[in-house]
């Protein structure tokens, strides 16, 4: 093989290499919390298009108070696991308690159940269009395996490959010293 061709794959196995650990740190990343309050999550409807895109990552941090304008993301209730990520569009206080009427951007009608503050899991901090995709990939029994098993078994073949060089190596190395003890004894 050519020093071109081997440079070539060498770059290639790197590259794959670096985008299935980043992915990986992105499932879990998703999956755990992240120090300092924050949560990412993955936008599953065009809802809030085109300020965010479907498939998009969030990730939202915990403030005290949240403003109209704002984006944030909420769980209703603890039947319904899928957290829903819109914009403020009106706010009153209630006996000292804020409520919050939202609305996704590509929505002709505000959401029908008002949110209370102890149901936000946060503002929308960041935004990285159609990660989400990728993510949600993984999160799948065979994302889930070509992110682990593949990326394993490819570091596996590289060091056996390298253990056996070592040992063609060693293994020349010990016939030649037999060889010249050889020559020497004669």
Same mark, same amino acid.
């Given at each position: 093989?050519?020093?071109? &061709?081997?440079?070539?794959?060498?770059?290639?196995?790197?590259?794959?290499?670096?985008?299935?650990?980043?992915?990986?740190?992105?499932?879990?990343?998703?999956?755990?919390?992240?120090?300092?309050?924050?949560?990412?999550?993955?936008?599953?409807?065009?809802?809030?298009?085109?300020?965010?895109?479907?498939?998009?990552?969030?990730?939202?941090?915990?403030?005290?108070?949240?403003?109209?304008?704002?984006?944030?993301?909420?769980?209703?209730?603890?039947? #319904?696991?899928?957290?829903?990520?819109?914009?403020?569009? &009106?706010?009153?206080?209630?006996?000292? #308690?804020?409520?919050?009427?939202?609305?996704?951007?590509? #929505?002709?009608?505000?959401?029908?159940?008002?949110?209370?503050?102890?149901?936000? %899991?946060?503002?929308?901090?960041?935004?990285?269009?159609?990660?989400?995709?990728?993510? #949600?990939?993984?999160?799948?029994?065979?994302?889930?395996?070509?992110?682990? %098993?593949?990326?394993?078994?490819?570091?596996?073949?590289?060091?056996?490959?390298?253990?056996?060089? &070592?040992?063609?190596?060693?293994?020349?190395?010990?016939?030649?010293? &037999?060889?010249?003890?050889?020559?020497?004894?004669?």
């Amino acid at each position: 093989m050519k020093i071109r &061709e081997i440079k070539f794959f060498k770059i290639c196995y790197y590259a794959l290499l670096a985008i299935l650990i980043s992915l990986a740190l992105l499932f879990i990343g998703s999956m755990v919390p992240i120090p300092g309050n924050y949560k990412m999550m993955t936008v599953l409807s065009g809802s809030m298009e085109p300020a965010i895109k479907t498939g998009s990552i969030v990730v939202s941090k915990s403030f005290n108070n949240y403003k109209i304008g704002e984006v944030i993301t909420f769980q209703l209730s603890s039947a #319904n696991k899928t957290p829903t990520t819109h914009r403020i569009a &009106e706010m009153e206080v209630i006996e000292g #308690n804020p409520l919050y009427t939202t609305k996704g951007d590509a #929505n002709n009608a505000v959401d029908r159940e008002e949110v209370r503050k102890e149901q936000i %899991i946060g503002k929308v901090v960041l935004n990285i269009p159609f990660l989400g995709f990728a993510v #949600n990939f993984v999160k799948k029994p065979i994302g889930f395996l070509l992110i682990i %098993i593949f990326p394993a078994g490819i570091i596996i073949l590289d060091e056996v490959k390298k253990i056996f060089k &070592e040992v063609k190596k060693k293994k020349k190395k010990e016939k030649d010293i &037999e060889k010249e003890s050889t020559n020497q004894d004669e």
